[in-house]
């Protein structure tokens, strides 16, 4: 094999008998999940074959059983039908992990190099000559490119319908020429690509994929310099007269990478998280809600939004980490406030509920509770830091929600559980025009934090709706897509403390006055 450094998966250096093994198992796979019936007619082999290349998804389930193995979603149906409908075509998939950009992008590279474009006649299509194969080295491409090769190779059900595959003139690893005449390349960004053709075809189509890397895009001059290169020299090889298939496949990783570069050019792009904006699995035919919550449970708040979500996070750019200590007693408290933010916008942002008491200097995060739930869960929220906060003769506690999101349905809701319960809720709105959200968050709780004034409760640490306000405080910066719901809260609630004791100090209201007690709530 010509180049035995590409010998990796998943980026790992892979030994011969590793990369045997590897071979072997995926060129098994694909050998056996292809079976075919030696004893079709040719007229049933050529009626077969028509009518599996009028409808792309039966032939994509037909030759390559062994990757299709759920019903596709309808972003994937969408996606096939835009580049197979436009021979020249631009196109950006920003697709999270475990939705099968790759694999998807693979079955329609097959078939436009064995069909040709469905919008043709049959008898008028001209498969694709020259594909290029781009990722962020040549190891990679050589990785991305392997799937490739076996399937010419060893998919028994292209050989029976298209005829074998392998040529004896050029086949490495590197790149191949298939018997019916297709080139197929692999290429790392940086390397030159220049005469790139096959006999008069230069590539027709052109696939970045993977092609940023988290180094690179650390450094602003790296990925100013690799797009350079993928604009002036990689899609350089493209014919002007041509038609040209150009489909970059990534995750966004950073704000400025190429993959976002890209978005700007392509006549179509589009991001696809593993999770709609209704938190509902994009793809529920393979990736269930329990799949989803099982590895999302195992990562960071950072990882899990920059892997699956498509948010990179630069973390600590505010708030590095956040401060623990043991809270006081409720009744040493000067003012304590529970603060709700209900988060009414999309039913995938967090709902917020804290409750924050200012002691000396210093405030607290008493209680947290963050999580993506429903109203009912907001409003038994309340009640259990009701139940604490009735624990202490001596403590006084106010209830605040912004004013804009007590709407008629959430109110009744409130109320409701009011009679229902006998324990009305005494929540009243927040009345004050916000400004800016960073500007605000940043402005009031950024000092305090710094100053050694901004404490999360220490017992707390371990309980998962406390371990989120702090990832949602690390990971809260400007022009962030990150949720920052519970320290909007926590905003909110140290806001009316401050506003309320000053009231208090105007004479305006009154609070009892506090007995101290070593006891902890």
Same mark, same amino acid.
């Given at each position: 094999?010509?180049?035995?450094?590409?010998?990796?998966?998943?980026?790992?250096?892979?030994?011969?008998?590793?990369?045997?093994?590897?071979?072997?198992?995926?060129? !098994?796979?694909?050998?056996?999940?292809?079976?075919?019936?030696?004893?079709?007619?040719?007229?049933?082999?050529?009626?077969?074959?028509?009518?599996? $290349?009028?409808?792309?998804?039966?032939?994509?389930?037909?030759?390559?059983?062994?990757?299709?193995?759920?019903?596709?979603?309808?972003?994937?149906?969408? +996606?096939?039908?835009?580049?197979?409908?436009?021979?020249?075509?631009?196109?950006? %998939?920003?697709?999270?992990? $475990?939705?099968?950009?790759?694999?998807?992008?693979?079955?329609?590279?097959?078939?436009?190099?064995?069909?040709?474009?469905?919008?043709?006649?049959?008898? $008028?299509?001209?498969?694709?000559?020259?594909?290029?194969?781009?990722?962020?080295?040549?190891?990679?491409?050589?990785?991305?490119?392997?799937?490739?090769?076996?399937?010419?190779?060893?998919?028994?059900?292209?050989?029976?319908?298209?005829?074998?595959?392998?040529?004896?003139?050029?086949?490495?690893?590197?790149?191949?020429?298939?018997?019916?005449?297709?080139?197929? %390349?692999?290429?790392?960004?940086?390397?030159?690509?220049?005469?790139?053709?096959?006999?008069?075809?230069?590539?027709?189509?052109?696939?970045?994929?993977?092609?940023?890397?988290? +180094?690179?895009?650390?450094?602003?001059?790296?990925?100013?310099?690799?797009?350079?290169?993928?604009?002036?020299? +990689?899609?350089?090889?493209?014919?002007?007269?041509?038609?040209?298939?150009?489909?970059?496949?990534?995750?966004?990783?950073? +704000?400025?990478?190429?993959?976002?570069?890209?978005?700007?050019?392509?006549?179509?792009?589009?991001?696809?998280?593993?999770?709609?904006?209704?938190?509902?699995?994009?793809?529920?035919?393979?990736?269930?809600?329990?799949?989803?919550?099982?590895?999302?449970?195992?990562?960071? /708040?950072?990882?899990?939004?920059?892997?699956?979500?498509?948010?990179?996070?630069?973390?600590?750019?505010?708030?590095?980490?956040?401060?623990?200590?043991?809270?006081?007693?409720?009744?040493?408290?000067?003012?304590?406030?529970? /603060?709700?933010?209900?988060?009414?916008?999309?039913?995938?942002?967090?709902?917020?509920?804290?409750?924050?008491?200012? =002691?000396?200097?210093?405030?607290?995060?008493?209680?947290?509770?963050?999580?993506?739930?429903?109203?009912?869960?907001?409003?038994?929220?309340?009640?259990?830091?009701?139940?604490?906060?009735?624990?202490?003769?001596?403590?006084?506690?106010?209830?605040?929600?912004?004013?804009?999101?007590?709407?008629?349905?959430?109110?009744?809701?409130?109320?409701?559980?009011?009679?229902?319960?006998?324990?009305?809720?005494?929540?009243?709105?927040?009345?004050?025009? !916000?400004?800016?959200?960073?500007?605000?968050?940043?402005?009031?709780?950024?000092?305090?934090?710094?100053?050694?004034?901004?404490?999360?409760?220490?017992? $707390?640490?371990?309980?998962?709706?406390?371990?989120?306000?702090?990832?949602?405080?690390?990971?809260?910066?400007?022009?962030?897509?990150?949720?920052?719901?519970?320290?909007?809260?926590?905003?909110?609630?140290? =806001?009316?403390?401050?506003?309320?004791?000053?009231?208090?100090?105007?004479?305006?209201?009154?609070?009892?006055?506090?007995?101290?007690?070593?006891?902890?709530?």
């Amino acid at each position: 094999m010509e180049l035995q450094a590409s010998r990796t998966a998943g980026g790992n250096f892979m030994t011969d008998k590793q990369w045997f093994t590897y071979w072997r198992q995926h060129a !098994k796979m694909i050998f056996d999940t292809t079976q075919v019936d030696v004893n079709e007619t040719k007229e049933e082999s050529e009626q077969r074959k028509e009518e599996l $290349e009028a409808d792309p998804e039966k032939w994509f389930k037909y030759y390559f059983p062994g990757y299709a193995t759920s019903p596709p979603a309808h972003f994937h149906l969408a +996606a096939t039908k835009r580049v197979l409908a436009n021979p020249e075509w631009y196109e950006v %998939r920003i697709w999270s992990r $475990e939705l099968a950009k790759s694999t998807r992008t693979m079955m329609e590279v097959f078939y436009l190099t064995l069909v040709g474009h469905s919008v043709d006649p049959p008898a $008028e299509r001209k498969p694709r000559r020259y594909v290029l194969l781009i990722s962020n080295s040549l190891n990679n491409a050589c990785r991305l490119l392997t799937p490739y090769r076996i399937n010419f190779e060893c998919n028994q059900r292209i050989h029976q319908d298209y005829g074998p595959q392998q040529s004896i003139i050029k086949w490495t690893e590197t790149e191949f020429i298939t018997i019916g005449g297709v080139a197929f %390349r692999a290429l790392g960004a940086g390397q030159s690509p220049r005469g790139t053709r096959n006999e008069e075809a230069r590539p027709d189509i052109i696939l970045f994929d993977d092609i940023d890397t988290d +180094a690179d895009c650390l450094n602003p001059e790296i990925i100013a310099k690799k797009w350079r290169w993928i604009e002036e020299a +990689a899609i350089g090889t493209r014919s002007v007269s041509g038609s040209t298939t150009i489909i970059f496949c990534g995750n966004r990783i950073a +704000a400025d990478c190429c993959i976002e570069r890209a978005t700007k050019l392509a006549d179509h792009s589009e991001v696809i998280n593993i999770r709609t904006a209704a938190g509902n699995s994009a793809w529920p035919e393979k990736n269930t809600e329990a799949d989803i919550e099982r590895v999302l449970s195992q990562k960071s /708040y950072a990882a899990q939004q920059k892997e699956y979500f498509n948010n990179p996070i630069t973390e600590g750019s505010v708030f590095k980490h956040m401060a623990y200590k043991p809270v006081r007693h409720l009744s040493e408290y000067d003012m304590i406030v529970c /603060y709700t933010d209900p988060s009414y916008k999309t039913t995938s942002d967090y709902k917020a509920t804290v409750l924050v008491g200012k =002691w000396q200097n210093e405030y607290h995060i008493i209680k947290c509770f963050l999580a993506q739930g429903t109203t009912a869960h907001m409003i038994d929220w309340h009640y259990t830091i009701m139940d604490i906060v009735a624990t202490v003769e001596q403590a006084c506690c106010y209830y605040f929600m912004e004013q804009v999101f007590m709407q008629d349905v959430l109110v009744k809701e409130v109320n409701d559980a009011g009679l229902r319960t006998k324990r009305p809720i005494p929540l009243s709105g927040d009345t004050r025009k !916000k400004p800016d959200k960073f500007m605000r968050i940043e402005s009031l709780l950024e000092p305090l934090h710094r100053n050694g004034q901004l404490y999360l409760n220490e017992h $707390e640490r371990s309980n998962p709706h406390m371990a989120r306000l702090a990832e949602q405080f690390t990971a809260f910066a400007p022009r962030s897509r990150a949720h920052d719901d519970g320290p909007d809260a926590v905003e909110g609630a140290i =806001w009316k403390i401050n506003e309320l004791l000053l009231r208090k100090t105007d004479g305006a209201i009154v609070v009892s006055k506090k007995q101290p007690n070593k006891n902890r709530w």
